[in-house]
């Protein structure tokens, strides 16, 4: 997995096959605890006072062009049993008080059976957990492992929704069977066993003019609006588009062809303006003007008002019903532009956490 230069020639080195992490060693927590206190580490989110961060496994089976886990592990994915996943978060409760688990895997959800298998392990220590997955993936379990993974604790999941728009999702690559179609129904389907849908949707791809691009966003707007009358409980994160270096991909080649360059040096990646480019604060992208940018984020000053996030459990009643007000005729309307009230409030008042950036609110 190494590049290298020797006498003025590149080397690649092969790809090492992914790790069997059953025959790895558990994770040495009691010699961490020691430098650096596990239990400084454990935050109060909404899912429980003391949250764990755990790894199950690596990489995902599938081949997103705007996704930079493809690169590293190219459609390959191993995850741990769900047997040894249970001994890992069982020790992280018994020796530390861990009472809540963020799996931040890739994609926790490949397989049924392990996820149903670990749920059925976990329900006895009475934990809630979140993990991220895709959503015609888990559209093809039962109902019956669906309501085994509620009853253990699984409360919210985060899914990459995308878009609505089935022509774009085969531009993305996403592969499997992801449609709009599928992503209503499916959110229909998640208030039946009290799961929380995290929806993420990428806005502002490269279109054939400025025209076809504000179309495009008007276009995932109006489904967002869909997605929240079908499941108001279903949250929604959006991110302004910020491409990945997927050579080879039909939305590379876009990109490319409409004028963007990636930095061709670490120095160059290393400059603040392309940390903000991974921040996805900054989408330095040629067809995205001011203005286009701007109605992407002052929707999302509007729907985050009319509809704020659950993982921000410091705000209050008052507060989340103030702002519902506020921005009540604007979401009704359409009218999301110069937002600045909104803005003001969420910032000074609300100091509001935004979980596509800052993760969820912890203490």
Not at 30 to 39: N, S
Not at 240 to 258: A, F, I, Q
């Amino acid at each position: 997995n190494l590049i290298f230069k020797k006498n003025g020639e590149f080397v690649i080195t092969p790809k090492a096959d992914l790790l069997d992490q059953d025959k790895l060693p558990s994770l040495p927590y009691e010699k961490l605890d020691h430098f650096y206190p596990i239990k400084s580490y454990l935050g109060k989110t909404f899912l429980g006072t003391k949250t764990a961060a755990y790894h199950s496994s690596v990489g995902c089976p599938f081949t997103c062009s705007f996704c930079a886990v493809v690169p590293i592990y190219e459609a390959r994915w191993k995850g741990k049993s769900a047997p040894l996943v249970y001994k890992d978060i069982k020790y992280l409760i018994d020796e530390f008080g861990a009472n809540a688990v963020e799996f931040h895997d890739n994609n926790f959800f490949v397989s049924e059976k392990r996820a149903v298998e670990f749920s059925e392990l976990i329900k006895r220590e009475k934990i809630n957990w979140w993990g991220e997955g895709r959503i015609d993936t888990i559209n093809k379990y039962s109902d019956k492992s669906l309501a085994i993974m509620r009853e253990a604790g699984c409360r919210m999941i985060f899914f990459g929704a995308e878009t609505g728009n089935d022509t774009i999702l085969k531009q993305m690559d996403k592969g499997g069977t992801q449609s709009g179609a599928q992503i209503k129904k499916f959110a229909s389907r998640m208030k039946n066993f009290d799961i929380i849908p995290e929806y993420s949707f990428v806005l502002g791809l490269p279109a054939d003019s400025p025209e076809k691009i504000k179309q495009q966003i008007d276009e995932d707007i109006y489904f967002i609006k869909q997605i929240k009358e079908i499941n108001p409980f279903t949250e929604i994160i959006i991110y302004v588009y910020s491409p990945v270096p997927t050579e080879g991909s039909e939305l590379y080649k876009k990109v490319t062809d409409s004028g963007f360059k990636f930095p061709e040096t670490l120095e160059d990646w290393l400059d603040p303006q392309w940390e903000n480019f991974d921040l996805r604060k900054n989408p330095l992208t040629p067809w995205l003007t001011p203005e286009i940018v701007n109605k992407i984020l002052d929707f999302e000053t509007v729907i985050n008002a009319q509809y704020p996030t659950i993982s921000d459990f410091k705000l209050t009643s008052f507060q989340k019903k103030t702002m519902r007000v506020l921005s009540s005729l604007r979401y009704k309307s359409g009218f999301y532009k110069l937002p600045y009230e909104l803005k003001a409030l969420q910032k000074f008042w609300l100091k509001y956490r935004r979980p596509e950036v800052e993760g969820f609110y912890t203490e």
